[in-house]
Every structure is written in C-alpha cells, then in structure tokens.
C-alpha cells in the first residue's frame, strides 16, 4: 500500500488535525512562520500520512479491522535529520498502524507544508536528538 503526505497548508483536513494534535501532546507548536524558520536537526514534526488508495481504506495490521483514522490519516513523530531551506529529512519515530511498507526508523522526506505540529527540543534531550540525528 502506498503512502502520501497531509499538506497542512492545503489539505481540507489538516486544520482539524493540527487542532486535534496540539491537543494531544503539549508542548506542541502550531506550523508559524517563525515556527517553521526556527526547526533545526533534533527537533520533532507531526505529519499526518495517509494511504494513497481510497478504495483499500487503512487496517490494524495486527487485526485486520479498520482503523478509525481522524481526518483521514496517520499522525506520527518524526526526527528532523537535515534541513535545506524548507526541505526537511528525517526518521520516523512511530511503528505505522495501517500503512504496510512503512515503519518505525524508516528515513523520510518532507517539506514545511507538511508539518502539522512541531516540538523543540532542549537540554540533555536536545543533545540526544542532536547525536541521532547526525549519526543517522
């Protein structure tokens, strides 16, 4: 099963899930601006992946059944590893319910219109991130 990206910028549901996030894991930060021009390697991004075929709509894998996704997709954590301007990579930091092919540590590209929430990270966790991020 193949796999796109939420464009929070653009997406009829990215607004509802971007509410729906900060919500859910504070200290979150809304995609700003200045937000977006501050993240750096080790820093964490929500991205919203969604399956690309509406016609096979997303399972558990370990059940079978279908998952209840809001707003139509997978919200996961992401490692920011490297930056170009507004180009990110990174690596996934959740195993995927629904998306077969998929899976936690796998290295993943995006851009700032996909970032629906964002977590700086600071202190001794900051150092951490840092290591793994340039160590990957």
């Known amino acids: 099963m ?34 977006l021009a501050g993240l750096a390697p080790g820093d964490r991004v929500k991205l919203g992946f969604r399956t690309s075929d509406p016609a096979n709509p997303p399972v558990d894998l370990a059940t079978e059944q279908p998952l209840p996704w809001l707003f139509g997709s997978e919200q996961m954590w992401v490692l920011i590893t490297k930056r170009n301007c507004c180009a990110f990579r990174g690596i996934l930091l959740n195993q995927p319910m629904g998306i077969n092919g ?32 340039w160590l990957s």
Not at 9 to 34: F, G, H, R, S, V
Not at 104 to 121: C, E, H, P, Y
Request: glycine share 4%; charged share 20%; proline share 8%.
């Open 2 to 35: 193949s796999w796109s990206l939420l464009d929070a910028a653009n997406d009829k549901d990215a607004l509802q899930a971007i509410q729906l996030a900060m919500l859910d894991d504070p200290p979150c930060y809304p995609p700003t601006p200045e937000g």
């Open 102 to 133: 998929l899976n936690n540590g796998d290295k993943i590209q995006f851009s700032a219109s996909n970032v629906l929430v964002f977590r700086k990270t600071y202190g001794f966790n900051s150092f951490v991130h840092k290591l793994l991020a």
